[in-house]
């Protein structure tokens, strides 16, 4: 088990541009979440996969953020014209599907729109 | 819609001291609900679970309680350390949030050595 791996830790980018972020979960994991964190705040939810499914996505999610897990394993977090609001921690995390499963998160990418 | 809120939102104790940090949500309907540390800049780290049959869980010198019915939890840490410095946060999942875990904003400790 090496845990939930986020690449990359960093990025900064010009308003306007694209980024997408990688996740690889545990590998007995089936779903795999996406959480988006800002200074002072806890987590909020953008959205989740079981296998390859994305089963449920928040409104906070517009049209310019776009998320896959094409094989069922690692997961993308794509934001398009990327905007300063967009400056935050996303956190990746998996579980298995147990509903009481506990969560496991990784260290995060931290976005930073200049 | 399920909400969960931590009170204090910041706390400064002195080393040695025995202190609570406090959880409510409001849909009791939960499945579990994960206390998690974060330090600054980095990802969450769960401390404990406490499954929606349980009523407490314990980790060292950490113990979690969970009240259902009246919708709350509650973080004890005895003899802190200042390497308990960190951000806890307070997650459920279950009730109306559905299979997502919702989070707290979280309680900032400080201990002073």
């Known amino acids: 088990d090496t845990g939930v791996s986020q690449n990359p830790r960093h990025k900064i980018t010009k308003r306007g541009q694209n980024v997408t972020f990688r996740c690889d979960p545990i590998?007995?994991?089936?779903?795999l979440y996406w959480y988006r964190q800002t200074l002072g705040q806890g987590p909020e939810f953008l959205t989740y996969?079981?296998?390859?499914?994305?089963?449920?996505k928040s409104r906070l999610l517009s049209d310019r953020f776009s998320a896959e897990r094409p094989k069922g394993s690692f997961s993308t977090l794509e934001i398009q014209r990327t905007e300063q609001g967009d400056s935050a921690m996303y956190l990746c995390?998996?579980?298995?599907?147990?509903?009481?499963?506990?969560?496991?998160f990784g260290n995060g990418t931290r976005l930073t729109v200049t | 819609k399920q909400e969960v809120t931590q009170i204090p939102a910041a706390l400064s104790v002195p080393e040695g001291e025995n202190l609570v940090l406090n959880c409510s949500f409001t849909?009791?309907?939960?499945?579990?609900l994960q206390w998690f540390r974060q330090d600054p800049g980095k990802g969450l780290t769960s401390l404990l679970l406490?499954?929606?049959?349980?009523r407490e869980q314990t980790s060292g010198r950490l113990n979690a309680s969970l009240d259902k019915s009246s919708g709350r939890s509650t973080l004890y840490i005895a003899a802190s350390q200042p390497g308990d410095s960190a951000t806890y946060l307070c997650?459920?999942?279950?009730?109306?949030?559905?299979?997502?875990?919702?989070f707290g904003a979280g309680t900032r400790l400080f201990v002073k050595a």
């Open positions: 995390a998996s579980s298995f599907t147990a509903d009481n499963s506990p969560l496991h």
């Open positions: 590998s007995e994991h089936n779903r």
């Open positions: 996969f079981q296998n390859e499914a994305q089963l449920e």
């Open positions: 849909d009791s309907a939960i499945y579990n």
């Open positions: 406490i499954q929606s049959s349980q």
């Open positions: 997650a459920v999942r279950g009730g109306t949030g559905g299979f997502k875990t919702i």
